[in-house]
């Protein structure tokens, strides 16, 4: 076609069809923030994580220092971190104005104390610790750092777990005595001591209340009713999982007994992506790491009849 005064009619057809084009993407794109908003408003992660150090790196729980301070930097430029206790009053609420996290340890790592809460303090990040009891002031290796070979993994002293207990940034919780495995046989007895126990003998040691329990290894066969009810029974508010992660805000403001949490085993990455809303395995994320396996099937276990 000839083109007129210079210009060719076919580039205003393009160029219509470009703005077009641009115009729905831009939409698309905004669209797509908006839903991540109010998807990243809608539901609150718990993360949970289990060492901070450069000593014994290779550790499959394991953040090295520096790494974990990017990643909670990283994240405060998305979400507002929270304790557990303002967790509970926000799911209470029934609504939340903005993208929040909260920060979860288990076990009775004292690297936590030498590593992790100099840099949680300075970025203002709250954090609980949830702590086997029967670990605090000794030697004893965990089962699973047994199982693999880490036996030289120093624990928390009752002074540094005093000192976090008194500093309103931090909370200590149970994690049992012993590490129970509640997927094995336990007697209910057993199942009641290590509740009741593990809770006083840490309000002893901090001289705080201890109202919150973690299960060990945490995923379902170990979440199981009986434990659950135990825990009630000893005089827990609130129990936390080791999977499933982000905990939807009911409008009614009904709060579960059982909160799910994330588990890193040693990946940011795989955190990083799962605070963005992956739900799926970490061996499928790209620039995987060994330590980046994640036990199959759990991810997506529908907690509600809990
Ligand atoms: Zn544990």
Redesign the pocket.
Known sequence: MEATNGLDPRAGIRSSLRDGVAGLLAGLYMGSRTLLRRGLRSAIPILNL?RVSSFRPEHSMTLQPETFRALLAGLQRSYRFVSLRELDRVLASGQSGEALCSLTF??CYGCLYTHAVPILRALEIPATF?V?SGFVDSATP?P?DVETGFLDLPNFTSAQLRELGHDPLFEIGS?TIT?CDFSKPVDPAAIARELAESRSTLAAITGRPVTRF?V???DLPRCRPEVIAAARAAGYERVYS?FGGRNLIRADGRVGYLLQRICSHGSAAYVRACLEGYRGRASFLPGKTPRDTWPPELHDTDLRRL
């Open positions: 289990h288990d076990d949830f086997s965990f699973h994690h590490h973690a060990p290894w945490g080791h």
